[in-house]
């Protein structure tokens, strides 16, 4: 079949293939799709066509910027307490790597907020600022963590860097019009005589 950019609810209806791409300016982002039993080569050119048509609006949105955009607010920033962070790596880091060594987002929070309330104890007299800088200590150490990890091979829910999460999927034929639910061919043939 022929590719349609924005179809009509009519014609998603009848498609074998319901695609949406997410372009920048230069490369593809995202891409969520729908379809019966398309060729590799139809879905690339799908997404290809998008990426392309796509480029066009992103085009219009820069000229539309250009013209009638406002500036950016620029506005100064506090410098980093770099000597905090290291003396906080420096005394916090098993800690640290407990707190995140759990696939519980929840658990790992409380943890890590448990250790910043230590952080307070310790630095605030000191540092009484630290707090502008509590989001950017956390991301920084956090990622130092987590970029150790992945060179030791680490992975907090027991998985090796060459294994993927288990995957399951669940799937039942239906047809329009029929309510009966329909798992064997013979029984799709009954219930939707199209089928």
Same mark, same amino acid.
């Given at each position: 079949?022929?590719?349609?950019?924005?179809?009509?609810?009519?014609?998603?209806?009848?498609?074998?293939?319901?695609?949406?791409?997410?372009?920048?300016?230069?490369?593809?982002?995202?891409?969520?799709?729908?379809?019966?039993?398309?060729?590799?080569?139809?879905?690339?050119?799908?997404?290809?066509?998008?990426?392309?048509?796509? +480029?066009?609006?992103? #085009?219009?949105?820069? %000229?539309?910027?250009?013209? *009638?955009? &406002?500036?950016?607010?620029?506005?100064? /920033?506090?410098?980093?307490?770099?000597?905090?962070?290291?003396?906080?790596?420096?005394?916090?880091?098993?800690?640290?790597?407990?707190?995140?060594?759990?696939?519980?987002?929840?658990?790992?929070?409380?943890?890590?907020?448990?250790?910043?309330?230590?952080?307070?104890?310790?630095?605030?007299?000191?540092?009484?600022?630290?707090? +502008?800088?509590?989001? #950017?200590?956390?991301? %920084?150490?956090?990622?130092? *963590?987590? &970029?150790?990890?992945?060179?030791?091979? /680490?992975?907090?829910?027991?998985?090796?860097?060459?294994?993927?999460?288990?995957?399951?999927?669940?799937?039942?034929?239906?047809?329009?019009?029929?309510?009966?639910?329909?798992?064997?061919?013979?029984?799709?043939?009954?219930?939707?005589?199209?089928?």
């Amino acid at each position: 079949g022929e590719l349609v950019i924005n179809p009509t609810s009519e014609q998603r209806k009848v498609s074998d293939l319901d695609v949406t791409v997410v372009s920048t300016g230069k490369k593809v982002v995202m891409i969520e799709a729908g379809a019966n039993e398309v060729p590799n080569d139809k879905m690339f050119e799908a997404i290809q066509k998008a990426h392309e048509e796509n +480029q066009k609006q992103i #085009e219009l949105i820069n %000229k539309m910027v250009a013209e *009638i955009g &406002k500036p950016k607010f620029d506005y100064p /920033h506090a410098a980093f307490d770099q000597e905090l962070f290291d003396d906080i790596v420096a005394n916090f880091m098993d800690e640290a790597k407990a707190a995140m060594d759990t696939d519980d987002k929840n658990v790992r929070e409380q943890r890590w907020n448990a250790m910043i309330e230590k952080w307070h104890e310790k630095y605030l007299e000191a540092h009484p600022d630290m707090d +502008q800088y509590l989001e #950017e200590i956390t991301y %920084k150490f956090q990622k130092k *963590i987590v &970029k150790a990890w992945l060179l030791e091979g /680490h992975r907090v829910d027991g998985r090796q860097k060459n294994e993927i999460r288990p995957l399951a999927a669940e799937g039942r034929v239906s047809c329009p019009g029929s309510t009966a639910r329909a798992c064997s061919p013979a029984a799709r043939r009954r219930s939707c005589p199209s089928a």
